[in-house]
């Protein structure tokens, strides 16, 4: 099994900061793409931003210049340095990983989730 443990969320107040990380642990043979996304109650999981493993990033618009994703591939984590806080980025972030796993006998490449860190944006 892939595990992805989280940690970094919490409240804090409007244009303050928090770093959110993601790593991952188990039989992983390698990990590709990695991202973060983030959901309200009622509403779908959207991509906050993501990263190759060659490190080209990607972000929603609505984060564009504020949040900065990067990683280390030696450790399997994922951050996300959140800058500029707003209310509206108020959600649950969920972390999200593809890796290639080699589970008897096979190799197999699945998508992989964190069990998600409430951030909480409010004066």
């Known amino acids: 099994q892939v595990q992805l443990v989280e940690s970094g969320g919490g409240l804090v107040q409007p244009g303050g900061s928090l770093r959110l990380s993601c790593a991952a642990s188990g039989n992983i043979f390698r990990v590709y793409a990695m991202g973060w996304y983030r959901q309200v109650p009622g509403k779908q999981r959207d991509l906050v931003a993501a990263?190759?493993?060659?490190?080209?990033?990607n972000y929603a618009d609505s984060v564009k210049g504020r949040f900065t994703i990067s990683r280390d591939n030696a450790k399997n984590t994922v951050y996300l340095q959140m800058n500029s806080l707003k209310p509206e980025d108020t959600a649950v972030y969920y972390c999200n990983a593809n890796a290639d796993t080699f589970v008897i006998g096979r190799w197999s490449n699945n998508d992989y989730w964190g069990q998600g860190t409430q951030v909480t944006v409010s004066s």
């Open positions: 990263i190759t493993s060659g490190g080209s990033a």
